[in-house]
């Protein structure tokens, strides 16, 4: 196993200390082991007023910038329940992974909690008031995968979905595979240019994610159905 980021490039450590001074002063950074946790508050901004604060511990992963840091809610604010898109061992559910890591920003830690945090905290604070969240929101599990690889690959059917993934799994597209579509056409004839320019958004590792990541969700979600008969 390689050595975790911040072993790897000390002075990544360094500069994300002092970007959390300038921008985020109340969030406190400490090593422990392999992990790196920012702890303490961060406000909610929009045009530069402060319309909210949470108390909030963000897990930096080892292997950062492959999977993207857990973050909790830490004030007993935010109930662990999919309605508030979070997980029972409270961890919250900011994005669909893959959102983020197609993103041009996914190393950046601080546009992580500029963007996908800021977002998900101000929507948590105007649902409290039942105010829709102006960002929208995906499903829970499995459906909110669905839905963020259907917007990409301009389809909302799970099948279609899933063999577009397993073929950007591929080192390399071959023409005279089936089409995703479901078309019966071979690739080349039908959809192979939507392919290889899929290809050049999603990469190879973030699309076995995906796929390993669906496949848990429908097997997790298969056994809740069966044990709640």
Request: charge should be neutral.
């Amino acid at each position: 196993m390689s050595a975790p980021w911040h072993k790897k490039d000390p002075s990544q450590l360094s500069r994300l200390k002092e970007d959390l001074e300038k921008k985020y002063p109340d969030l406190y950074l400490t090593v422990e082991g392999d992990l790196v946790y920012l702890r303490g508050t961060i406000p909610i901004l929009h045009d530069d007023a402060e319309l909210d604060r949470f108390q909030v511990e963000v897990m930096i992963q080892p292997d950062f910038t492959k999977n993207i840091a857990r973050v909790r809610e830490t004030g007993d604010r935010i109930h662990h329940t999919a309605y508030w898109h979070t997980y029972i061992q409270g961890g919250l559910c900011i994005t669909v992974p893959e959102d983020w890591l197609i993103d041009a920003n996914y190393t950046s830690l601080i546009a992580f909690l500029d963007g996908p945090v800021r977002n998900y905290f101000l929507g948590h604070a105007l649902a409290e008031c039942e105010i829709k969240r102006p960002m929208g929101e995906r499903q829970h599990g499995s459906k909110g995968l669905y839905e963020a690889y259907g917007d990409m690959v301009g389809s909302s059917q799970p099948e279609v979905i899933e063999k577009n993934l397993e073929y950007l799994t591929k080192k390399k597209i071959k023409g005279h595979w089936d089409c995703p579509c479901g078309s019966g056409k071979r690739l080349r004839d039908c959809h192979r240019s939507d392919i290889i320019n899929l290809q050049k958004k999603i990469p190879r590792w973030v699309a076995e994610s995906a796929l390993k990541r669906l496949r848990e969700h429908k097997q997790r979600e298969h056994l809740c159905a069966k044990q709640s008969l």
